[in-house]
Structure formats: structure tokens, C-alpha cells
């Protein structure tokens, strides 16, 4: 028996491998996306590190706008900049900066004749993607092409991103450089800079980015690059060789947030008030980083790091020979652990059969496998991937935990759930009453379907422990439950914090509408008296929306025969909980369909007032909002606020700005409605002035009928 199970087990481990490595093999997006993210970790897990002594950073900040005014500045400045730093000994200068349009002829000229006696000046430009605009002069390009030294017979096209167009700077200027290269910075999809681009091309020639065109000079050595029938195949400075992928993209191997490297402001340079050797014999690097006028970069260490600084950290992994390595070998290490690990982790689960033991040999195989993969990322510079060995030791755990609860324990689990799994408290009386409830199937029905939702919850989960987080979820989960039960609604369901309630199910009641409205003023007087004791207790404030709708729809219960639970589908679902998430739009509590409306207005008793709203019993308000066509449904529909506190005058404000909205008067509208979020702060008042706004600018056609497209849920 023990053998069966350590094949089985055993089995089971090497199938999730082999899905794994499938998974892997078909850079599946999605989990690419999840790979790079962990990777991301390990670099804040390790923190910062130094970066080359050679590299410096001066920057256009604060401190130098300050004292020497607006960006931009004359180019007798720059000229000034550039010849202190050969006077302080700088090697190579390199200037994330272009000078694509000529200003004053002399002070162009003073710069041109700086550079071209400093002799040291690496150029920048950039490339474009628009088909129109500045066509490159190539003879200013030519002189910084890369030389491909070998290329293979088969190779028809290389994978370098080609642009069509180029922003250069003017040929004075290029022309007394020492050199020049672009200086774009493509992010990943997620908007996260992890690779530089270091070629590109341009009318099929290959050219250098501004950090390997400065390399070059302060190497001294030209660039070189072999092309295979793949792509890029290697690229050289004299003697070293830089790691690239196909696509000349080179792996980033961060050291740090903003200022890491060795930062100078450009007026201390400008001013001659830097010590002696503070840039002698280093490599330079010359950009903005005052607010407004330099380019933010997102990446793993830090999330505005300036453009400047991804160029020194290029040079800065070339001269420290501080590469993240990912080849051949680094991808045959990483396949083995895909499959070592789930194996690993198959035969001490076979060896228990208690849960929480599974259950911990699971937490220590994940965390030992984490540990020498950021050992080896921080020892060794491999950059492996993170995900897919996860997935498979994952995939091990669930698929011997699926064995063991569906194929071992499946006679103890099913007479343990025999009569837990379906019958709810709510039910129990009407099971009693009648056990063929507990059949499968269902009835049409006219039911009122309340759903209510916390807002930003996934925000508030963050600020909040696991346990912080279970217990005001408890605090106000149970208190709202109750008074659904107190108005004789059935609570169907939770959905996280979310709370679905049906009435006129499965009980019938003919106040149905008034009860489910009923219910919703009073969550939102209860959550006030749970905002106070939360905030006693050192909890955040909570905020909810509820939808609420009356219809048609398929009651009873829904599933197999050995599981099913007592529920509500169909569009009058739907559409209560697309209500819900309206409040969000319109910064409201509460918003009920046309249709429960209708049913309220017809009950005994009710009361109507001038203008839009309706009252109950001078307790209730409910005021038109909108006719909206909400995501996913066809035809619109009339939604309306219900509330117990709104103001007559606001109501009736709205009412008229609405009537002149729908008229397509949109300026008298805007001002009405503007008034009343002056005077009241009123929020739906504020949503339809933005709207009139937008139609003043660019009017709809005369065959508007006045529906609004949600465009989200």
C-alpha cells in the first residue's frame, strides 16, 4: 500500500512538472507577467548596491534652476558645463539632452567650439516613431554606426525595433561631438523598465544607445557585433563582451532608488565648486532631474527613478562586469528545478497523511526553493525565473491534496457533508415544512434582489493583518446580515464582502420592494454606529454601495445532486448588482431600478412631492438620477437614489437641470447644475456638469435620447 502511494504520489509530482515545463516552453503571458513581478521582489529583497566609482551623474535639479534659472538654459551655459568638466578631468561626458532646433547662432556656436575642444562629448538624440517631421541628414549618423563584424549567410532580417524617424541634434553641434547614441527607454507591457534597448535601427544601419556609444569612447575600443540567423548573436567593446538578448536588449542589474549613483548638480560644476577629483577619469552622464522637465522611469528599486540614471547603470554593470546572466545554462538550472522540487515535495507527502503536516512540508519546500533562488541571484548574478518552479510545486501540493480528499477520504467526506453542504439556517423551517426542497430545480418568481458591496475593499485590505482584516469584516458582516433577516429578506449569499440578499424567496411577501428599500436605509444608519466603533478601535472608516432591482427570475436550487444551494439567477440579478457598482460613478449609496420604484409607488400610502422625488411616509426619498444603459445589458433603464436625508430643494434642483440636460440644453443645464454643487456639494450634480461640459464642446446627434453608456460594472 505505501509503495502504491509513493507512485502515485510520485506520479503526480512528475505530471506538474511536465505541465510546468509545457507552460514554460509556451511564454504563456501571464505567467511571464507574474515572473517578472517576483523578480522584481528580489530586487528589493536585496537592496541597494554600489555602483561603479567611474560613473557620475550631474543633473539639472533644483538647486541648479534655482541659480541659474528656467530650463532651458542659453547654450553658453551648457558650453561652460561641458568645458569645467574637462578641466576637472572627466574622461567622457555624455548628455541625455538634445539640441534638435537652433537658438542664438553664438551661443550655438560656443557650444560647438566647447565640445569640440573638449574632444570628450558623447551627443544624444532619440528616434521617433511619427512618419512625419525631421528626416536625419545620415551623414550626422554615419560616424556612429556600429560595425557588424560577422554575419551569417541565412540572415534576412535581425529583430532590432527600427524606427522610422529621428530627432537629431543640429549639425554644428553633431558635429563636434566624439560621438552620439539615442537615448529612448522602452518599459516592459507593465510600464516597468527592466531591459535597455543598446541598438536600434535605422535605414538599415545599426546604431548605439548614448550609454554603449559612451562606453566606446571611454574604452576606447569600437563596437562590434556578430548577427546570427536569429538576431543578435554577440556585441563588443575591444575585448568584452556584453550580454544581449536577440533583440540587442541588455538586462538591467539595478543598484539602488534615485541618487545611488554619484550625484552632482550641474550648477556646482558651472560655478567651479567641486573638489579636485571628484570626476577625474570618469565617465559623465549629464541629464534633468528637476520636477517638470525630466523623464520618470518606473522600475523595480524605485519608482521615478530619472532616465540619466538607467543609462549609468548600463555603464556601471559594463565596467564592473556586473551582468544578470541568463543563457543556456541558466535555463537548463531552471528546468531542473521545476522538476526537482514537485518530486521532492510528492514523497514527503506521500510519507503523511495529516493536512497540516502536508501543509507545512508544502510552506517549507516553497520557502527553501525561494531561498536558493535569491541566493543565487545575489551570489551569482543568475537570473532565474521565479514562477514556474512555484507553479509546479504548487500544482504537486493541490493535485496530491485533490487525491487525497476526493479518492482517499471520499467516503468519511461525504457522510460528513451529507447535511451541512446544502441546508442553510434560513431554509431549515421551509425544509421541514416540505423536504422536497431539497430536490434540484427552481421556479420563476418575481423576487427583489438587494446587493450591497464595501467600497475600495481591496485597498483597505492592504492597510490591514489577516486578522485585523477577518475581524471588522465579522464586526460588519454580521450586523448587516441581521437586518436582512429583520426585514425578512434571505441572505443568498457572501461574496467576499459583498452581500446578496433576495425577499419574496423563499417566503412570499407581498411588500417585497419596501422591505428590500427598507433594509438599505437602515445598512447605511448602521454602518455610521460601525464607523464610530471601528474608528475606536483603530480601524479605518468603511463606505458602501447597495443596488437594488425587482423582476422575474429563476429561485431554488441550483446544483447536483450532492451539493446545491438555495439562489437566484437571471437578469434581475444581474442588473441589482450593475446598480451596486453605479454608486461609484455617481457617489451615492444607494440606487434602485425603474422597476422596484414602480412597485414602491404603487403601495398604500405613498406620498408624492413636487419634482422628481418620492416619499414613503415622509421617510424615504427617492430622486431620479439618470436613464442608463449599464455594461453588458442592451436597454436602459431609469435608476433612482433612495435615501431617508435628501433635500426637497436639491431634489427639485435636480430635477429641472435634468429636464434641460435631456433637452440637449446643456449650457443652462451646466449651470444649474453647477449651482447646486456649489450650494450643496451635491456629487450626482457634479457627474452631470462634467458631462454638459463634454457636450457643450462636442454635441451629441439630435438623436440622442438622453441614455448614458456605463462603460464600467
Excluded at 197 to 217: F, I
Aim: hydrophobic share 45%; glycine share 8%; net charge neutral.
Amino acid at each position: 500500500m505505501k509503495t502504491r502511494r509513493f507512485i502515485i504520489f510520485a506520479s503526480i509530482g512528475i505530471v506538474s512538472a511536465i505541465l510546468t515545463i509545457l507552460i514554460y516552453i509556451q511564454k504563456v503571458d501571464f505567467f511571464n507577467a507574474i515572473d517578472l513581478k517576483l523578480k522584481d521582489v528580489r530586487f528589493r529583497m536585496r537592496g541597494e548596491v554600489m555602483p561603479d566609482k567611474r560613473v557620475v551623474v550631474v543633473v539639472i535639479d533644483g538647486k541648479s534652476i534655482n541659480e541659474l534659472g528656467r530650463w532651458p538654459w542659453d547654450r553658453k551655459v551648457i558650453a561652460q558645463l561641458v568645458g569645467n568638466l574637462k578641466s576637472y578631468g572627466a574622461k567622457t561626458v555624455a548628455l541625455d539632452i538634445v539640441f534638435s532646433e537652433t537658438s542664438d547662432l553664438h551661443s550655438d556656436k560656443a557650444l560647438s567650439e566647447a565640445m569640440r575642444k573638449s574632444g570628450n562629448v558623447v551627443a544624444g538624440y532619440f528616434f521617433r516613431y511619427e512618419e512625419e517631421g525631421q528626416t536625419a541628414a545620415l551623414e550626422l549618423l554615419q560616424p556612429s554606426k556600429i560595425k557588424v563584424v560577422r554575419a551569417t549567410e541565412d540572415v534576412k532580417e535581425v529583430p532590432i525595433i527600427t524606427y522610422p524617424n529621428v530627432e537629431l541634434n543640429i549639425p554644428v553641434i553633431s558635429e563636434a561631438s566624439a560621438g552620439s547614441g539615442f537615448f529612448n527607454i522602452l518599459p516592459d507591457k507593465d510600464g516597468i523598465i527592466r531591459t535597455a534597448n543598446l541598438l536600434m535601427l535605422y535605414d538599415g544601419e545599426v546604431y548605439p544607445s548614448l550609454a554603449l556609444s559612451a562606453l566606446r569612447h571611454y574604452m576606447e575600443g569600437e563596437i562590434m557585433l556578430d548577427i546570427a540567423g536569429y538576431g543578435v548573436d554577440g556585441l563588443y567593446i575591444k575585448d568584452r563582451r556584453i550580454p544581449v538578448d536577440e533583440s540587442g536588449r541588455f538586462t538591467l542589474n539595478y543598484y539602488g532608488r534615485q541618487g545611488t549613483f554619484r550625484t552632482i548638480p550641474a550648477t556646482d560644476v558651472i560655478n567651479g565648486r567641486l573638489q579636485k577629483d571628484v570626476v577625474k577619469d570618469a565617465i559623465v552622464f549629464v541629464g534633468a532631474t528637476e520636477i517638470g522637465i525630466y523623464d520618470v522611469r518606473v522600475t523595480p528599486l524605485d519608482p521615478v527613478l530619472p532616465g540619466v540614471e538607467i543609462h549609468a547603470t548600463v555603464v556601471s554593470n559594463v565596467l564592473q562586469d556586473r551582468f544578470l546572466i541568463r543563457d543556456a545554462r541558466v535555463t537548463a538550472l531552471e528546468i531542473a528545478f521545476v522538476l526537482a522540487f514537485p518530486i521532492v515535495l510528492a514523497l514527503f507527502l506521500a510519507l503523511t497523511r495529516r493536512t497540516l503536516i502536508a501543509l507545512v512540508s508544502f510552506a517549507v519546500i516553497l520557502g527553501m526553493y525561494a531561498f536558493i533562488n535569491y541566493f543565487i541571484f545575489t551570489h551569482y548574478l543568475l537570473n532565474l525565473g521565479v514562477v514556474f518552479s512555484l507553479i509546479s510545486v504548487s500544482m504537486t501540493y493541490l493535485g496530491s491534496e485533490a487525491y487525497r480528499n476526493f479518492v482517499e477520504e471520499r467516503q468519511g467526506r461525504f457522510l460528513k457533508k451529507a447535511f451541512t453542504s446544502y441546508v442553510s439556517p434560513e431554509l431549515v423551517g421551509e425544509i421541514m415544512k416540505n423536504p422536497q426542497m431539497l430536490k434540484l430545480g427552481g421556479e420563476k418568481r418575481e423576487i427583489t434582489v438587494l446587493f450591497s458591496d464595501i467600497r475600495g475593499f481591496t485597498a483597505l485590505s492592504e492597510k490591514l493583518t489577516p486578522k485585523s482584516l477577518v475581524s471588522l469584516l465579522n464586526q460588519y458582516l454580521g450586523p448587516m446580515t441581521d437586518i436582512v433577516l429583520k426585514h425578512r429578506g434571505t441572505l443568498d449569499k457572501y461574496i467576499g464582502d459583498a452581500i446578496m440578499a433576495i425577499y419574496n424567496a423563499p417566503l412570499r411577501i407581498e411588500d417585497h420592494p419596501l422591505l428590500a428599500c427598507g433594509t438599505a436605509i437602515e445598512m447605511i444608519k448602521k454602518l455610521e454606529e460601525l464607523n464610530t466603533a471601528f474608528r475606536e478601535k483603530g480601524f479605518p472608516e468603511i463606505d458602501i454601495g447597495i443596488g437594488i432591482n425587482t423582476g422575474d427570475a429563476i429561485v431554488g436550487n441550483m446544483g447536483t445532486d450532492m451539493r446545491f444551494d438555495y439562489t437566484a439567477i437571471g437578469d434581475t440579478v444581474n442588473l441589482a448588482s450593475r446598480l451596486e457598482g453605479l454608486n461609484k460613478i455617481y457617489g451615492t449609496h444607494i440606487i434602485v431600478s425603474e422597476f422596484t420604484f414602480k412597485h414602491y409607488s404603487e403601495l398604500p400610502g405613498l406620498t408624492p412631492r413636487s419634482g422628481a422625488g418620492r416619499t414613503l411616509n415622509s421617510k424615504l426619498m427617492f430622486r431620479e438620477l439618470d436613464f442608463i444603459k449599464v455594461k453588458g445589458k442592451d436597454k436602459p433603464v431609469i435608476i433612482y437614489e433612495l435615501s431617508d436625508t435628501s433635500n426637497e430643494a436639491i431634489v427639485k434642483s435636480f430635477e429641472d437641470a435634468l429636464s434641460l440636460y435631456r433637452k440637449q440644453q446643456f449650457k443652462d443645464a451646466y449651470k444649474m447644475f453647477q449651482s447646486i454643487v456649489t450650494q450643496y456639494k451635491d456629487k450626482p450634480s457634479r457627474i452631470f456638469a462634467e458631462r454638459c461640459k463634454e457636450f457643450i464642446e462636442s454635441p451629441p446627434s439630435e438623436e440622442w435620447d438622453g441614455v448614458y453608456v456605463a462603460k464600467t460594472k
